[in-house]
């Protein structure tokens, strides 16, 4: 498999809403034929795309598949001209209709000098840019299949420069005594240390119990400002989602100690250690999902059921220049007006408590294109996703 395909994984945002350029018109290509937000798709060297599936019928249909997309491959190489795509709501049963070619400029060519790629991350400056690792423990020792998400985690994370902001000024006002921590810093120094898919964290979650509770101290170490860190945080949270059925539910409490180097009110260096516990469980509506295989319905994932020791450790810097691109906020700052007033209006309504969560997690699914579009200058697209997640939340 490894000499006949390259797997690549690709942005939700991006594929739902393609940027500007050559690479735009691959995303383009790729989402124009696909059933659903989400799925598996395989395409020709040129970026056509010859199949996509979103579940296969049992483990032997995989091979299937593979083997499937390969006769295809043969039938429509590189070069040829436009061919329709086959789709598959469940593969080889359960097929959808074949959506038609389209000569669409590809492939597409390498970037210009100076180009940046839409799918690198262009950060605000003076983002603190990392990763965030975490492991299951058992009696000491790492534990679980490294393979799944419940059992490990190494994922990026970025802190901005309002969250520095908030620490270094409760640091200056403490001077040499001990402070809490703004919870705004909190959050996003720690928010994110949590195993499972994105779904499931459980800081994020409307409805979510949690507690920030960190405190600092400004230490001079040769030569250098540093804030220790030390303290404890939770979050907890569980839901039953209408919109697809899901259950689960996932508290993670945690021990925290660390370091942040203070360079005037922005944090240049961060490092933070921490330890606890984490209940994490998954379902799907009132089937147990099969622990052993999840190829029959992989929208619904594999059933979870953890109760573990954790440790996380996260590690950031300065975002380096290469880093650095249009922040949202920036971005955001030279809006036409008709854009500001939706998005007031839009956190308006998403601010109010009385709006269901099933609202909220669709608005947050549409508006996931919003900041793409908004990078790459396609401000009349950006205002569409605004006006179809009003429309979700009303």
Request: hydrophobic fraction near 35%.
């Amino acid at each position: 498999m490894k000499k006949e395909f390259v797997p690549v994984a690709l942005k939700a945002a991006l594929v739902n809403g393609p940027p500007k350029g050559a690479e735009g018109r691959l995303y383009a290509e790729i989402g124009r034929s696909k059933a659903a937000p989400q799925g598996i798709c395989a395409v020709n060297a040129d970026g056509r795309v010859l199949a996509w599936t979103l579940m296969f019928e049992g483990k032997d249909a995989l091979q299937e598949f593979l083997d499937h997309v390969l006769a295809l491959n043969e039938k429509h190489p590189a070069g040829s001209e436009a061919f329709a795509a086959e789709r598959y709501m469940k593969f080889p049963g359960d097929r959808l209709d074949d959506v038609e070619g389209e000569e669409s400029g590809l492939p597409p060519k390498a970037h210009k000098e100076g180009e940046r790629c839409p799918a690198a991350p262009g950060v605000e400056k003076g983002t603190l840019v990392g990763t965030l690792f975490g492991r299951t423990f058992k009696d000491g020792k790492p534990s679980g299949d490294t393979s799944r998400q419940e059992r490990y985690l190494e994922s990026r994370i970025e802190i901005g420069p309002e969250a520095q902001r908030a620490l270094a000024d409760a640091a200056a006002e403490a001077g040499e005594e001990e402070f809490d921590i703004p919870e705004a810093a909190a959050v996003a120094l720690c928010g994110e240390a949590f195993l499972g898919q994105l779904d499931v964290n459980p800081s994020r979650c409307p409805g979510a119990e949690t507690s920030w509770k960190l405190r600092g101290q400004v230490q001079e170490l040769d030569g250098e400002t540093w804030v220790r860190i030390e303290g404890s945080t939770s979050a907890k949270s569980d839901e039953s989602r209408e919109s697809d059925r899901a259950i689960w539910s996932n508290d993670v409490r945690l021990k925290w100690q660390g370091l942040a180097r203070l360079e005037g009110r922005s944090v240049t260096k961060l490092i933070l250690t921490a330890e606890g516990r984490v209940k994490l469980t998954w379902n799907h509506g009132d089937r147990d999902l099969d622990p052993g295989s999840a190829l029959d319905n992989l929208p619904g994932g594999r059933q979870i059921r953890l109760d573990s020791d954790v440790k996380f450790g996260l590690v950031a810097e300065t975002a380096r220049d290469s880093e650095v691109g249009p922040g949202l906020a920036e971005v955001t700052g030279r809006l036409p007006k008709s854009i500001v007033e939706k998005m007031k209006r839009l956190k308006a309504a998403m601010d109010d408590p009385e709006t269901p969560t099933k609202k909220r997690q669709k608005v947050a699914r549409i508006m996931e294109a919003f900041e793409v579009l908004m990078k790459n200058g396609e401000v009349e697209a950006a205002e569409v996703v605004v006006d179809e997640a009003l429309k979700a939340v009303k």
